[in-house]
């Protein structure tokens, strides 16, 4: 099993600030089938990023992956009110598919 | 705008049984890879299982591997998890997915499930 470990745990920022997410692999993720996550309280999660650096549709540009192998980014580049929420990376390549342990975006 | 509708979620005692089901509308059901996935309370998400489009591939999280079945009626445009021999750890939101491959295109908005006594 892809053991996906995120950090940091909780990152503390102000609106408009730069945010950037880790997300580290036990092993190799094969093709880079790497994807990240929104997941806003009861809501289900929010596609953002496929393919390590594919944006989803209709995500804004703001967002954007990065990385390959066994090390992810995601980067916020200018944070909006409605980006503070928690974010999980996930590898969609080697079953039994993994979570990350999840980032909480905070206003600081 | 494919829309995917869970139900059969609630309250059971530890070491019962309950079965989710999920009905999927708006587009063509066989094209999808679908899968559930959890979210405990105050947890992070956890992939359960996923099933291909013609149901003769079945993938399973170690926790749930010989208590959970993961199934789909492709003329009914529905899909199951049948959960067995419940845990408390096992509470959680089960969310139904959907995607053309193993990623997750698609979800719905979730079925509550306790096991508690």
């Known amino acids: 099993e892809i053991v996906l470990t995120q950090s940091p745990g909780t990152l503390s920022l102000s609106p408009g600030e730069g945010a950037t997410v880790s997300c580290r692999a036990s092993?190799?993720?094969?093709?880079?089938?790497l994807a990240w996550y929104q997941k806003k309280g009861g809501q289900p999660p929010r596609l953002l990023v496929h393919?390590?650096?594919s944006r989803a549709t209709g995500i804004p540009a703001r967002f954007s992956g990065s990385g390959s192998g066994t090390n992810f980014t995601l980067t916020i580049s200018r944070l909006e009110p409605e980006d503070f929420e928690v974010y999980y990376c996930h590898q969609y390549a080697h079953a039994p598919l993994t979570f990350g342990g999840g980032t909480r975006v905070e206003i600081k | 705008e494919v829309q995917l509708v869970e139900s059969g979620g609630g309250l059971v005692q530890p070491g019962g049984s309950l079965r989710l089901s999920c009905v999927v509308s708006g587009s063509s059901f066989s094209d999808y890879w679908m899968s559930w996935v959890r979210q405990a309370p105050g947890k992070g998400l956890e992939w359960v299982a996923n099933?291909?489009?013609?149901?003769?591939?079945?993938n399973y999280a170690a926790s749930v591997k010989g208590r959970f079945t993961i199934s789909r009626d492709n003329a009914k445009n529905a899909l199951y998890l049948q959960m067995n021999s419940l845990r408390a750890e096992d509470t959680a939101v089960y969310y139904c997915?959907?995607?053309?491959?193993?990623?997750?295109?698609?979800w719905g908005q979730g079925a509550p499930v306790t096991a508690s006594s």
């Open positions: 393919g390590a650096s």
């Open positions: 092993q190799s993720v094969t093709s880079n089938y």
């Open positions: 997915a959907a995607g053309y491959g193993w990623l997750v295109d698609y």
């Open positions: 099933i291909a489009q013609d149901g003769t591939e079945e």
